[in-house]
């Protein structure tokens, strides 16, 4: 999202920012979720279910890679608005 300087700045900037803050949260649960699946995985892998692990493990590194390109977009996202409001 490339904004211009404008009347309507900060009005852009206080919507922008809501949609960081959840894209943010959005992270925050995948990480969650990817720590609970890193966790089940290990508990499957001393039950012996070593295929079901596996899966859990690919689950869990899927909920990372999604965690980091979100965390990409939102470094983007908040260097285009300071750009903004440093005119």
Do not use: F, P
């Amino acid at each position: 999202m490339k904004m211009t300087s404008t009347s309507t700045d900060t009005d852009l900037i206080t919507y922008s920012v809501c949609d960081l803050a959840d894209l943010a949260a959005q992270m925050v649960a995948q990480v969650e979720t990817a720590q609970a699946l890193h966790s089940e995985a290990w508990m499957q892998e001393v039950a012996g279910r070593k295929e079901t692990a596996e899966t859990l493990r690919e689950l869990a590194d899927e909920r990372t890679h999604t965690a980091l390109r979100g965390l990409t977009h939102l470094v983007k996202e908040l260097n285009e608005m300071a750009e903004t409001l440093a005119g």
